[in-house]
């Protein structure tokens, strides 16, 4: 087994593992303990995606190339090199078949014969560097036409009544979350990632329509059990007028049994209680359409959840633009600015000279799927809380995507995603109340933090109206060896201090004294941010607001550009476009 693990995402009713009970010598290969690993004779070590060397392709014209960007760490070896060591070993006629040292020289040879296709002329050596470089080689494919296939037809897909009226029977849906299909779990930065319409972390829940819920007698957070003809499993009750009647959801990816520190022990897992036969259609799970009992366990389980209000009150947070109003104004060019009119403040603005550092979120863009935040954790040496103090309302996300509920009638009606960070306003409300001057700001443009400094007050939080300040309760643990993962670049903060968004200021150092190394002027997008350079849509944009010819100065100029909460006059340097609907 290499890079799987059935005894987890199968079924119990597949039978897969009373199968292995009558296997013989059965070997996994592995980077970490999971359920298939656990049931293996031998485990032999398996590097990393980052350790070793590979290529890909998703598609004819795209050969993707894969370096290692570290040595292995703990002796793993790659596939390839145990496939060809194994090879090499058992007698010589198979041994001259696989005559390469290591996979890293088959995969340069099997390089060479796509040096014909893909070189254009370039020699052995010239054509494998600049692969290295661009991460491979591609060519634009042609367009191809396509045709639904009238085959399509032959299949006819019966949605199930409902019967819960009668025998208190429903339909489980799944679903991926933060964790995948729990290929992730044993992370703890995506454990501590909100999913993205209940914002819960560390935990399983059943989502119930409040009128199932009501039938039952359920409230939130209630224990409730699932139980099939496969099995049964137990996990806490979520209230959400989404989810259909008739209808029980439960996201995939916990309850592991054997998947590490971080992982074992936590939810549950739906899989457990699928049946066993593949689809007849796809030939896959049954992810769905599972019939189900539901009943209520007297027992309760609070689940840990960073949201707040999920209503906006009026205070135009996520603002949105209907689409035809935005195609008439962009195509005439004649608007009237969307933003609030300047205000004349109690402050006067701080003086720029060189820089003055901005970002632009585009929210027709922003999807809400949280890799910015996971992103932060991993650039800025963000503590892991865990369930029993995100509980407490101490996480420590630096940037954290909220969602807001537009009530439609009795439902929810749409969602509507914001990142929310430091706004590094020019006059900023923590600034001026600290104390100790740990809040100041800086010539360009920054609200920084002197960790020296600070004592802990916590009155830069309470004046902070964006709430993204974060207080340092303890001393956080790096157990071995999730402390080689920590960022040269940033400190370690110790308890007692208060801790926010930096615009990864770290990286403002590093292209300052590049561009001063070279004797040259900053390049507009030279500076990215890991939030930035994360994001998959390519919805945050950072740079010099004082470069006229920025794309974040271009962007923050555009119609549907808007500051959160502009009444306030704290006159931010994170500039909003609004959402088009």
């Not at 916990?254 to 897992?269: I, K, L, W």
């Not at 930096?502 to 040259?520: P, Y």
Request: glycine fraction near 10%.
């Amino acid at each position: 087994f290499s890079g799987v693990n059935p005894a987890y995402n199968l079924p119990q009713a597949s039978g897969f593992k009373e199968a292995m009970g009558n296997v013989p010598f059965k070997v996994a290969m592995s980077s970490f303990q999971d359920e298939t690993a656990a049931l293996a004779d031998m485990v032999l070590p398996a590097a990393t995606p980052l350790e070793e060397w590979g290529d890909y392709s998703p598609r004819k014209g795209v050969v993707g190339l894969m370096q290692p960007a570290m040595r292995p760490l703990f002796g793993g070896r790659s596939l390839g090199d145990t496939i060809l060591s194994l090879s090499r070993s058992m007698d010589d006629k198979t041994a001259k078949r696989f005559p390469w040292k290591n996979f890293h020289g088959y995969l340069k040879e099997h390089w060479e014969g796509l040096r014909e296709e893909y070189g254009n002329g370039a020699d052995s050596r010239s054509f494998w560097e600049a692969s290295l470089r661009r991460g491979g080689v591609w060519q634009e494919g042609e367009g191809v036409d396509v045709s639904l296939s009238s085959g399509l037809y032959r299949y006819r897909v019966d949605v199930p009544e409902n019967e819960a009226e009668h025998n208190g029977s429903y339909r489980l849906i799944t679903f991926p979350g933060p964790l995948s299909d729990g290929r992730g779990a044993n992370r703890p930065w995506l454990q501590e990632l909100p999913d993205s319409l209940h914002k819960v972390v560390w935990d399983s829940w059943v989502e119930l329509n409040p009128e199932t819920a009501r039938e039952f007698r359920i409230r939130q957070g209630d224990v409730v059990a699932l139980e099939t003809g496969e099995g049964r499993i137990e996990a806490p009750a979520l209230l959400y007028e989404g989810t259909p009647e008739g209808i029980i959801a439960m996201p995939l990816g916990q309850g592991h049994s054997d998947f590490g520190r971080y992982a074992s022990g936590v939810g549950a897992n739906p899989l457990n209680i699928l049946p066993g036969e593949p689809d007849d259609v796809t030939g896959g799970l049954q992810w769905s359409a599972a019939e189900v009992k539901l009943a209520r366990i007297r027992k309760r389980h609070k689940l840990a959840s960073t949201r707040g209000n999920k209503l906006q009150l009026g205070r135009e947070i996520v603002q949105v633009v209907m689409g035809a109003a935005y195609k008439l104004v962009h195509e005439k060019k004649k608007y009237e600015p969307l933003r609030l009119p300047g205000r004349t403040g109690f402050y006067k603005h701080h003086p720029h000279p060189e820089h003055r550092w901005g970002m632009v979120i585009d929210l027709q863009k922003c999807t809400g799927c949280g890799a910015c935040s996971v992103a932060c954790y991993a650039e800025n040496n963000l503590g892991i809380v865990g369930r029993k103090q995100v509980l407490a309302g101490r996480e420590m996300a630096w940037i954290s995507i909220q969602n807001y509920f537009e009530e439609e009638g009795e439902g929810p009606g749409r969602v509507y995603f914001i990142p929310m960070l430091c706004q590094h306003c020019d006059k900023a409300p923590c600034e001026p109340v600290c104390p100790v001057y740990a809040a100041y700001h800086t010539s360009e443009g920054l609200n920084a933090q002197i960790y020296n400094r600070c004592v802990g007050t916590r009155y830069c939080a309470n004046n902070c109206p964006y709430k993204v300040r974060r207080f340092n309760w303890f001393d956080w643990e790096w157990p071995e060896p999730s402390n080689w993962q920590l960022n040269p670049d940033v400190t370690v903060r110790t308890n007692g201090v208060m801790e926010k968004c930096t615009f990864c200021v770290q990286r403002i150092a590093e292209g300052k004294n590049k561009a001063k190394d070279e004797g040259r002027d900053l390049r507009d997008g030279e500076i990215i941010p890991a939030c930035a350079q994360t994001c998959p849509t390519g919805a945050i944009t950072f740079g010099d607001k004082k470069d006229k010819n920025s794309k974040v100065s271009r962007l923050s100029k555009d119609e549907r550009g808007y500051h959160v909460l502009e009444e306030l006059n704290t006159d931010p340097a994170v500039t909003y476009l609004k959402k088009v609907l």
